[in-house]
């Protein structure tokens, strides 16, 4: 091993979980301002990743009320004491306002509470105002304590030992107002309390052609009105950041008639209870009401949603979202020294990252001033990337400009629908359908996927034909599994009837399948040669080149609420555990994120190959040895166990030199150990293994402690927890099933828990689609839809031919922006036998769900261990969602 491989070791080395200590260190986690769905998961994170690491965790009651009271407000957290909290809304620890903590007499005492309990490190989960009277804090921290010190209620050496406080916040606000994050807890859940009225009041509005006015939760950000209009295809709405142009009134009235004289039964109008106008004044739902009787004389009726926006229970998205964020953050305090400024642990596409805290109040405060002072443009643009695609897009699919204003492109695009139905499949056409023709194309729907295609069963399709179509699942287009290898003869020839000129496909695996075929045969087929796009939309999210595809956050959601029935179903029963399986072909993204939000005890997948020892002794910890370069009888040891070789090992013997012989899948591994168990110190050298190989060559793999499964769920039964749940992914092994895995938990259980199972099957691909598959379908296709326009307007004429690898691409979303990525390079990036990309970025989460259910694992922690510095993207850049 040359310096540069230990070099890299050693970075690796310093970068893993488990060699961040919180032995002596403790962490406080307070909830403050609003609360948010979501909250008690961050809670539940924070607790158990701090207990997981050695650092004691203290629950702050009611805010920073309890920690200027203290007293019984502050207690010490157990495992046991953020159980089943998972699905629960609101804050378990409470939350209120606190005038005194605004004082430094109020501030002075919360300090004293802290020192008190050598609380030096403060997780606060809250909004704007929140955060920064938690910096305030954090600033004042050494003046508080020498004035306590001063005082006489405290000693020079606890000013000492306690000389700096740690803050790391979290953002709880499901009005999604603070700068820096793409979604703040609470944010999705509150979308789903919203989606599920509108959802309900279109069915009552149709029948009565009435006119809803809906007023939703947002006195200073119009996220969630302009998101639920986005997601149900609205036929208004109104912003604080983006007040309607002079005249609104009429213009509103107008397209409200045009939509009624489209045959529409109904109209819908969202208003943020902050809306303004131009010159600052409120717009109110009542106002608008009588605007549209009086104008127009409509049935109009007003909902306002008010406080159920809050409650109810978690969705998937912001369970896994503060599970995440709650893990970052006590990694964040861990890392944390003297001089590092408070930060807020946010997220960015796909990507959990720290911020600097006062930037982002500061950027969050600075778009309530851009309002105030009336600069619109700029208060949207502060917003952020998320903020402003989603007003955007929402302009462009609203508002239908007169035939004769559009300027024709005298080009012809088809759209279809491949593979096994998605929740959001047809927000994603009706986007399309509407872009298209804002662009002066003549859109085509293609009926029953490339079987139709061969077939002719293709119609032109207007903006009127997709209307209301955001909200309902499955697929009107109709979609099919069968590919185009047999029939593109027949393609081609129905392409050169229609004179399509580009292609735009909604599907999933089969239509990544399909889009390689169209494209080898682009040298025998001219009329292929056009530019072709591909929008991943699949419940199993296995379609390379993007991080998510429509319809697997539904499917998820559907997953995660069928859990909490099922464990529900147990409460006050006996001792229980359930065995679920999901769907998602050899991908397990549904089993493994089911898990992470529904709070499981162990997924099953494809992907993390198991056997049975695996299932009897679940891994507690995986020690990875490294790849040598050379055979060697003697290979470089990893680094010190501290007491945790595997126990056959470490049970050997209690003298330093105890060996173990481990059957592994290339040979036999010996493991030398250096921990002695009658040792008061950590050993002076590390531990060593030597294999003897079978192959005769060294071959990467990792060694297992061997907690047994059923030894761990015995060990849960014994405290007041009484219900575990397994989920296992359909493909994950051919011969360890569903049946087995069920039977062999009831035997080995057997006097202390029993089992009970449920096949999950075909209910995760139905379904009215989540806010998110309608939001994410809806913007991602409109980006599909100007990248097709975009390439037909650099080759004018009809004669041009696409032959490049860049004309037929796969648009997802990858880590934090929106890319378009060939098919060619995609192939290299395919393990086509199991239907699955190569690198899954969800497996980085896997550990969270063992840490969380209190295995120990290895987990990677390198990728947000620096602050990034806050900046404006610029307008090119694709956002990502």
């Known amino acids: 091993m040359d310096d540069e491989d230990v070099a890299n070791r050693k970075v690796s080395f310093r970068k893993c979980l488990e060699h961040l200590s919180g032995a002596g260190k403790a962490i406080g986690v307070l909830t403050s301002g609003g609360d948010a769905q979501g909250m008690n998961a961050a809670v539940r994170a924070v607790v158990r990743m701090g207990i997981y690491v050695g650092a004691k965790v203290y629950f702050i009651y009611e805010g920073y009320q309890g920690m200027v009271d203290g007293g019984r407000n502050i207690v010490e957290a157990s495992w046991e004491s953020v159980s089943s909290i998972l699905q629960v809304g609101g804050t378990i620890i409470g939350s209120a306002r606190c005038k005194a903590f605004r004082t430094r007499e109020g501030r002075l005492r919360a300090a004293h509470n802290l020192v008190q309990r050598g609380i030096t490190n403060l997780c606060v989960i809250g909004g704007d105002g929140s955060l920064t009277g938690a910096n305030i804090f954090r600033k004042e921290w050494s003046g508080l304590l020498e004035e306590l010190a001063q005082n006489g209620e405290i000693d020079k050496e606890q000013v000492q030992k306690h000389s700096y406080l740690n803050v790391v916040g979290m953002v709880g606000s499901i009005d999604n107002d603070f700068c820096g994050t793409d979604m703040t807890i609470g944010t999705d859940s509150a979308l789903h309390r919203i989606i599920e009225v509108v959802d309900a009041i279109m069915t009552t509005a149709q029948s009565h052609q009435r006119t809803f006015v809906l007023e939703v939760m947002g006195r200073h950000c119009g996220y969630l009105a302009l998101v639920s209009a986005l997601a149900c295809g609205a036929d208004w709405v109104f912003l604080p950041e983006s007040p309607p142009e002079e005249g609104w009134q009429e213009n509103m009235c107008i397209k409200l008639s045009e939509n009624r004289a489209r045959k529409k039964r109904l109209n819908i109008i969202i208003v943020a209870e902050g809306a303004i106008d131009t010159q600052n004044k409120p717009i109110t739902s009542e106002q608008i009401k009588e605007l549209v009787v009086k104008q127009l004389g409509y049935d109009t009726r007003v909902t306002i949603l008010g406080h159920v926006q809050r409650g109810g229970t978690p969705s998937a998205f912001d369970r896994i979202l503060a599970s995440r964020m709650g893990v970052e953050a006590v990694v964040a305090l861990l890392q944390a020294t003297p001089e590092t400024p408070a930060c807020v642990v946010s997220l960015s596409g796909n990507q959990a990252v720290r911020l600097p805290l006062v930037e982002c109040v500061q950027m969050t405060q600075d778009v309530q001033r851009a309002m105030d002072e009336r600069r619109f443009k700029d208060a949207v643009r502060l917003r952020g990337r998320s903020f402003e695609s989603n007003l955007n897009t929402y302009k462009r699919l609203a508002i239908k400009l007169p035939d ?136 199993s999210n296995n379609v390379p080149g993007s991080d998510f595809s429509i319809g697997a956050d539904t499917a998820l959601n559907t997953i995660t609420d069928t859990c909490d029935r099922i464990k529900q179903s147990a409460s006050g029963t006996k001792r229980r555990v359930f065995i679920i399986e999901t769907m998602g072909g050899y991908c397990g993204y549904l089993a493994n994120m089911g898990g992470l939000a529904a709070g499981a005890d162990a997924a099953y997948i494809f992907e993390e190959p198991f056997d049975i020892r695996d299932l009897q002794f679940q891994g507690e910890d995986r020690v990875p040895l490294h790849t040598w370069p050379t055979p060697s009888n003697t290979p470089p040891g990893w680094d010190r166990c501290q007491n945790r070789c595997p126990p056959p090992h470490a049970d050997a013997s209690s003298a330093p030199g105890a060996t173990a012989d481990i059957s592994v899948p290339f040979g036999i591994l010996r493991l030398t150990c250096a921990f002695s168990k009658s040792a008061k110190k950590a050993p002076s ?29 015995t060990e849960k039964m014994k405290t007041t927890i009484q219900r575990g749940l397994v989920l296992r992914n359909e493909s994950c092994n051919e011969n360890y099933t569903t049946d087995f895995i069920y039977q062999l938990y009831s035997e080995e259980g057997k006097g202390v828990f029993d089992c009970r199972k449920n096949v999950l099957g075909h209910m995760q691909q139905g379904g009215a689609p989540s806010p998110f598959d309608r939001n994410f379908g809806t913007k991602i296709s409109a980006r599909a839809m100007q990248w097709i326009s975009t390439k037909l307007k650099e080759a004018p004429g009809k004669g041009k031919r696409f032959m490049s690898d860049d004309s037929i691409c796969v648009l997802g979303i990858s880590k934090r922006n929106l890319l378009f990525q060939p098919v060619a390079q995609l192939r290299q990036e395919t393990d086509f036998e199991h239907r699955i990309p190569k690198e899954q970025w969800w497996l980085k989460l896997r550990p969270l769900m063992k840490i969380l259910a209190k295995y120990k694992v290895s987990y990677e922690v390198s990728d947000s261990d620096q602050l990034e510095p806050m900046h404006h993207r610029g307008h090119e850049e694709p956002a990502a969602i």
């Not at 027949?490 to 399509?500: C, L």
Request: charge should be positive; charged fraction near 20%.
């Open 685 to 713: 050298r590390p531990c060593s293994a030597s294999a003897y190989l079978r192959s005769g060559t060294w071959t990467r793999t990792t060694v297992r402690t061997t907690e047994s499964n059923v030894e761990h769920l």
């Open 404 to 539: 004769d204003q559009i300027v024709k492109s005298n080009c012809n695009v088809a759209i279809i629908n491949v593979g096994a139905p998605a929740a959001g499949m047809n927000a994603a056409v009706r986007s399309a359908v509407r872009v298209g023709i804002a662009d002066g194309h003549k859109m085509l729907a293609i009926y029953d996927g490339f079987e139709g295609f061969a077939k002719g069963q293709i119609k032109e399709i207007g903006w009127g034909d997709v209307g209301g179509w955001t909200g309902q699942g499955g697929s009107i287009l109709g979609t099919k599994r069968t590919l185009p290898g047999k029939s593109l003869e027949d393609i081609a020839a129905q392409m050169r009837k229609h004179s399509i000129n580009a292609l735009l496909i909604v599907g999933g695996f089969e239509a990544y399948l399909g889009l390689l075929e169209l494209s080898a045969a682009r040298d025998k087929y001219e009329e292929l040669c056009v530019p072709m796009v591909m929008v991943p939309a699949t419940v």
